[in-house]
């Protein structure tokens, strides 16, 4: 049988209250006797000291006789539950508060020895072999004239005492149960705080590890447990979400390599074939061309994409002009415009602008956000790059006139693989991975992008760049 957490805590609670009783019936008992002996003797010892001074001494000096001392001791020693006993230094019991005395036959404790007690008041035995049981016996001397005249000896049997302290006892084991059943509350905490939620978050896992990782499950409660709980569904949450993302991004990537694969191979087996005749085999072989173009870029932005996405990217950070790499990226896009007829309006702010940030990848992100502007741009329109300062940071916006992008695309042009429907007829070759690259770029530099945009009026795209310090002597 599995040994559960439960069971071994019952087990401990099982053995705290037997050791409980173990407790109670030895060391409790054992003390209870001994104080139950010391309180009794030393009431006896205070009796004992009295008589001695009174009857006894009254007794020894003649002034009563003996028939009165015994009634009045009988009397005592009922009152005591014990027997009172006046014994000579010889031996010779005097009286004895049980029996009528018997002048002329006295009875004689063979072998008494009163400093048996030795430096304690009382003793723990038969008595000289006198009784059958265990007694207590406490001894006072009686004086007179500085002479120990006898001695008043009380007995108590041991077993009176016995019972007395087992009476005491039964308190103690009754206080014990109760406290046992109380603590059976810290079983019942123990079940409701730890034992079902700790059930729980075992059986949530174990769902998590059969790949179940859309299990949800909740524990009412603000303290450790509630909060390792929270944790364990937010980290399968967070695992289901990326492997949904996996999945997608596998269908995407598959689905983007597969058109212009078959398009390649169509028109290839075509040309074997003869379906495509030899004179017309420069165009196909053109398309073919630019099919393969469209594969190495969406190749190239996925290395990309990989490569950023790896934790603890590191970025080349320098202190560069941000002017001359707009100026630079727009002179790469010179011929793309003069065949749309768009012009690039430049609006930068100083003649040098100095920033500090990676700078090719600074470079990618302006020429993704410029090659979209112009892919996305009538023909015979401007397009207008603008820096502007502020706070020590640099906006950069990319504002194009072109078709825009619709109100709920907005959320999404920044994911993997995300084409607008409207962009679909304009640009064939386009990836989709763009964006999300550019995103991740700007992100990895700590800064922001934003977009705004109209359908039908154009799209601005800003995001921020720190100022390269100045060292200002
Ligand atoms: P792509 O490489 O296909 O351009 P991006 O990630 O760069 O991919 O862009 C994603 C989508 O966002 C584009 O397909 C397009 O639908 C939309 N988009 C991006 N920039 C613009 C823009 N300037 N104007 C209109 N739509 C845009």
Not at 149 to 165: A, D, F, N, T
Not at 314 to 341: H, M, P, W, Y
Not at 439 to 457: A, C, L, P, R, W
């Given at each position: ?223 450790e447990m509630g909060y390792l709980a929270a944790t364990l569904n937010y ?235 100045t060292d200002e002597d």
């Amino acid at each position: 049988m599995k040994k559960t957490l439960y069971l071994k805590f019952l087990l401990a609670y099982i053995i705290f209250g037997l050791f409980g009783f173990v407790a109670v019936a030895t060391f409790s008992s054992s003390l209870t006797l001994e104080h139950e002996t010391r309180e009794t003797a030393e009431t006896l010892y205070e009796e004992a000291s009295l008589i001695s001074k009174t009857y006894a001494s009254d007794l020894y000096n003649n002034q009563i006789t003996i028939e009165n001392a015994y009634s009045q001791l009988n009397a005592l020693a009922t009152y005591l539950s014990a027997s009172i006993w006046i014994v000579n230094p010889s031996g010779t019991v005097v009286l004895n508060s049980v029996e009528m005395p018997d002048i002329s036959n006295p009875k004689v404790i063979e072998n008494f020895d009163p400093s048996i007690t030795a430096d304690s008041y009382y003793i723990r035995d038969d008595f000289f072999g006198e009784f059958d049981e265990e007694m207590l016996s406490v001894y006072t001397p009686i004086t007179s004239n500085y002479k120990i005249k006898g001695y008043v000896v009380i007995h108590q049997p041991m077993s009176e005492l016995r019972k007395r302290s087992d009476d005491y006892l039964s308190i103690t084991y009754i206080t014990l149960v109760v406290l046992i059943f109380l603590s059976l509350i810290i079983l019942l905490f123990f079940t409701e705080i730890f034992y079902i939620p700790l059930k729980k978050i075992i059986h949530a896992t174990e769902q998590y590890a059969a790949g179940n990782m859309h299990y949800e499950f909740s524990i009412d409660s603000n303290d450790e447990m509630g909060y390792l709980a929270a944790t364990l569904n937010y980290m399968a949450s967070e695992i289901a979400r990326s492997e949904d993302n996996q999945k997608k991004f596998v269908a995407n990537v598959s689905h983007d390599f597969r058109s212009p694969l078959t398009s390649i191979r169509g028109y290839l087996e075509a040309m074997i074939d003869g379906t495509i005749p030899p004179e017309m085999h420069e165009k196909y072989l053109n398309i073919v061309l630019n099919e393969t173009d469209r594969l190495t870029k969406l190749t190239n932005s996925l290395l990309t994409l990989n490569n950023l996405n790896t934790k603890g990217m590191v970025l080349e950070l320098s202190d560069f002009d941000i002017n001359q790499v707009i100026r630079n990226t727009v002179a790469t896009f010179e011929g793309t415009c003069e065949q749309k007829s768009i012009s690039i309006s430049l609006i930068l702010t100083g003649e040098v602008m100095m920033v500090h940030a990676d700078m090719t990848r600074i470079q990618q992100v302006l020429y993704n956000l410029l090659d979209n502007a112009i892919k996305f741009s009538h023909n015979n329109s401007t397009i207008t790059i603008e820096t502007r300062e502020k706070h020590n940071k640099l906006f950069v916006s990319v504002k194009d006139t072109g078709i825009g992008i619709p109100k709920d695309s907005l959320k999404m042009i920044f994911d993997r693989f995300y084409k607008t429907d409207l962009s679909r007829g304009k640009d064939k070759k386009g990836t989709g991975l763009g964006l999300s690259i550019t995103k991740e770029i700007i992100h990895s530099h700590g800064e922001n992008i934003n977009v705004i945009s109209t359908e039908g009026v154009g799209s601005e795209f800003i995001f921020t760049l720190a100022e390269a310090e100045t060292d200002e002597d």
